[in-house]
């Protein structure tokens, strides 16, 4: 009965603030989504071929060169070249990757797969249904359950073992015959009179050779190096994930993953096939122990196992005593800052990178595929670098809704799940989880944001305002004493302190405010606008 209370005050207040926005907010959509709409519906370019010289550069014409052959570029080559585009992909290693991050596809992202038509991609690897997570702290649990009743049954999240997917995607659009798929080290973009003409690369035999196309986009990952001369590479590292592979076990959901808010890291745990669950501990930049030495091994059996569910904690420690099965990972923040550069473009964790901990990234950048597909479909002609440069900082401001939402979401669950000296964060941590198990909207509406099924940032500025009146009112009740009062006080301050940081950064006008940015109202350019 309290807790309704508190809600209720919560509620009413939040809806102040979420009514002024609801008519701007409906307009912004209404736009944004007739814009793509009408672009989608003209007609695609004709198919051209490529031909090589005995020097390896293009005879003809290359509509596109994409660096790099992940989750981002594996699928916006097999996109572009359904639309007729001649692409040329060029990836570092086109074995299969080795890494722990990108395992967790949302809800959100398997539609923008669906919109691709790619979903096939997750067909026969062993992928496993993912519905959501379970919050533990302190005894409690509170679920995080991504709000599917409206979708059939298959659209749910999926979890895999990331090398599985890519092959599939690369496959798929190594199919095509306009998709050019070649292994290659990109040295450096070539430029002429500021404009990107195409790239230098070496070959597997370590040739250097020169590619030209009339756009050139860089989705080549989180340790491009070559996003210094297309952005503002200011990257943050808050902590590391350390992650290895549970066998022999299973979690008590296997269709939800787990996360334990625990001293002094948050746990996290997915299955990532039908005999293995993935763990990963989260640790900060300033105390992570060695792995060479056995620091690492020491500090996740006597800090992190007594943490762990009873039912993990044997394959727990047999994982941490396997040989080379432990693997570290950057979380990496960098806030998309691009300079407007003609003839070349950039998307997915190249532009804009999140704490891990959602597990949002291939959702983003599977929504930048689609949104950059959608943009270029219209454009019969390339070849004007400016002009088509100015039609396209329409994408940077039209993929805010995704990535700013699921960007905040990440950094701010971090913070707030991070164990800290600070009484406040812990009572932060109770009010998220007492808002969480409060199920209805608060919960659904939370998770359909974690999950990218509602990518908007006024949306999340309402929950994130309601939970922290909400965490308020707990400390407050069942009677507003001056320390009481003075605890809320540090409650919502040092909430205010977590939120509008993270906020700034994504860039307030964008995320609230588009239909003042002049990019938004950017029309494909018709062939008068085109230099002869």
Same mark, same amino acid.
């Not at 809806?15 to 609801?22: D, I, P, Q």
């Not at 790099?68 to 639309?83: E, I, M, P, T």
């Not at 030495?293 to 396997?322: Q, R, W």
């Given at each position: 009965?309290?807790?309704?209370?508190?809600?209720?005050?919560?509620?009413?207040?939040?809806?102040?603030?979420?009514?002024?926005?609801?008519?701007?907010?409906?307009?912004?959509?209404?736009?944004?989504?007739?814009?793509?709409?009408?672009?989608?519906?003209?007609?695609?370019?004709?198919?051209?071929?490529?031909?090589?010289?005995?020097?390896?550069?293009?005879?003809?014409?290359?509509?596109?060169?994409?660096?790099?052959?992940?989750?981002?570029?594996?699928?916006?080559?097999?996109?572009?070249?359904?639309?007729?585009?001649?692409?040329?992909?060029?990836?570092?290693? /086109?074995?299969?990757?080795?890494?722990?991050?990108?395992?967790?596809?949302?809800?959100?992202?398997?539609?923008?797969?669906?919109?691709?038509?790619?979903?096939?991609?997750?067909?026969?690897?062993?992928?496993?249904?993912?519905?959501?997570?379970?919050?533990?702290?302190?005894?409690?649990?509170?679920?995080?359950?991504?709000?599917?009743?409206?979708?059939?049954?298959?659209?749910?999240?999926?979890?895999?073992?990331?090398?599985?997917?890519?092959?599939?995607?690369?496959?798929?659009?190594?199919?095509?015959?306009?998709?050019?798929?070649?292994?290659?080290?990109?040295?450096?973009?070539?430029?002429?009179?500021?404009?990107?003409?195409?790239?230098?690369?070496?070959?597997?035999?370590?040739?250097?050779?020169?590619?030209?196309?009339?756009?050139?986009?860089?989705?080549?990952?989180?340790?491009?190096?070559?996003?210094?001369?297309?952005?503002?590479?200011?990257?943050?590292?808050?902590?590391?994930?350390?992650?290895?592979?549970?066998?022999?076990?299973?979690?008590?959901?296997?269709?939800?993953?787990?996360?334990?808010?625990?001293?002094?890291?948050?746990?996290?745990?997915?299955?990532?096939?039908?005999?293995?669950?993935?763990?990963?501990?989260?640790?900060?930049?300033?105390?992570?122990?060695?792995?060479?030495?056995?620091?690492?091994?020491?500090?996740?059996?006597?800090?992190?196992?007594?943490?762990?569910?009873?039912?993990?904690?044997?394959?727990?420690?047999?994982?941490?005593?396997?040989?080379?099965?432990?693997?570290?990972?950057?979380?990496?923040?960098?806030?998309?800052?691009?300079?407007?550069?003609?003839?070349?473009?950039?998307?997915?964790?190249?532009?804009?990178?999140?704490?891990?901990?959602?597990?949002?990234?291939?959702?983003?950048?599977?929504?930048?595929?689609?949104?950059?597909?959608?943009?270029?479909?219209?454009?019969?002609?390339?070849?004007?670098?400016?002009?088509?440069?100015?039609?396209?900082?329409?994408?940077?401001?039209?993929?805010?809704?995704?990535?700013?939402?699921?960007?905040?979401?990440?950094?701010? /669950?971090?913070?707030?799940?991070?164990?800290?000296?600070?009484?406040?964060?812990?009572?932060?941590?109770?009010?998220?989880?007492?808002?969480?198990?409060?199920?209805?909207?608060?919960?659904?509406?939370?998770?359909?944001?974690?999950?990218?099924?509602?990518?908007?940032?006024?949306?999340?500025?309402?929950?994130?305002?309601?939970?922290?009146?909400?965490?308020?009112?707990?400390?407050?009740?069942?009677?507003?004493?001056?320390?009481?009062?003075?605890?809320?006080?540090?409650?919502?301050?040092?909430?205010?302190?977590?939120?509008?940081?993270?906020?700034?950064?994504?860039?307030?006008?964008?995320?609230?405010?588009?239909?003042?940015?002049?990019?938004?109202?950017?029309?494909?350019?018709?062939?008068?606008?085109?230099?002869?």
């Amino acid at each position: 009965m309290v807790e309704q209370y508190i809600v209720g005050v919560a509620v009413v207040i939040a809806s102040l603030l979420g009514f002024v926005f609801l008519y701007y907010n409906s307009l912004v959509r209404f736009w944004g989504l007739s814009k793509l709409k009408r672009r989608a519906s003209m007609e695609f370019p004709k198919e051209k071929r490529i031909n090589k010289n005995g020097s390896g550069e293009d005879v003809g014409t290359t509509d596109i060169i994409i660096v790099g052959a992940g989750v981002a570029g594996a699928a916006l080559a097999y996109s572009l070249g359904k639309d007729g585009r001649q692409v040329r992909v060029i990836e570092r290693d /086109l074995n299969p990757p080795d890494r722990i991050a990108g395992e967790s596809l949302m809800p959100g992202g398997y539609l923008k797969l669906i919109e691709l038509g790619l979903e096939d991609c997750v067909d026969e690897i062993d992928a496993q249904p993912n519905q959501g997570y379970i919050l533990y702290k302190d005894g409690k649990n509170a679920p995080i359950s991504y709000p599917l009743e409206k979708f059939h049954s298959h659209v749910v999240g999926k979890n895999f073992h990331n090398n599985r997917f890519v092959q599939k995607l690369r496959k798929k659009a190594a199919s095509l015959h306009n998709v050019s798929l070649e292994q290659g080290t990109v040295t450096s973009l070539l430029e002429e009179n500021g404009i990107i003409k195409g790239v230098h690369y070496k070959d597997k035999s370590s040739q250097m050779l020169t590619a030209y196309a009339s756009l050139t986009v860089v989705c080549d990952g989180c340790f491009s190096n070559l996003r210094r001369s297309l952005c503002n590479p200011k990257v943050d590292v808050p902590s590391y994930f350390v992650g290895f592979i549970l066998t022999n076990c299973k979690l008590s959901d296997q269709n939800h993953g787990a996360i334990i808010l625990a001293d002094p890291s948050p746990i996290v745990f997915y299955p990532i096939s039908s005999t293995e669950i993935r763990c990963m501990v989260d640790v900060p930049s300033q105390n992570l122990p060695s792995l060479s030495n056995g620091e690492m091994s020491h500090y996740l059996k006597t800090l992190v196992a007594p943490k762990v569910f009873p039912e993990t904690y044997d394959s727990f420690i047999s994982a941490i005593e396997k040989k080379d099965n432990i693997k570290i990972m950057p979380n990496r923040i960098m806030a998309d800052a691009p300079h407007r550069t003609p003839g070349a473009l950039l998307i997915g964790d190249s532009l804009n990178m999140r704490h891990a901990i959602t597990g949002g990234g291939m959702t983003v950048a599977l929504s930048d595929v689609v949104l950059l597909r959608d943009l270029l479909r219209p454009l019969h002609d390339l070849s004007d670098a400016s002009v088509v440069c100015k039609y396209l900082q329409s994408f940077y401001t039209l993929r805010k809704p995704m990535s700013s939402t699921i960007n905040i979401l990440a950094s701010v /669950l971090h913070k707030v799940f991070s164990s800290s000296s600070d009484p406040t964060i812990e009572d932060i941590q109770h009010a998220c989880i007492g808002y969480l198990r409060l199920g209805g909207v608060f919960s659904s509406g939370l998770s359909a944001m974690i999950s990218g099924l509602c990518p908007r940032p006024l949306s999340l500025a309402f929950h994130l305002f309601a939970l922290a009146i909400y965490g308020v009112g707990r400390l407050l009740l069942p009677f507003p004493s001056p320390k009481r009062l003075w605890n809320g006080a540090k409650l919502f301050w040092v909430s205010s302190n977590i939120i509008f940081p993270i906020i700034h950064s994504e860039g307030v006008r964008q995320m609230f405010f588009p239909l003042t940015v002049p990019a938004y109202y950017r029309t494909p350019p018709r062939n008068k606008d085109f230099k002869v």
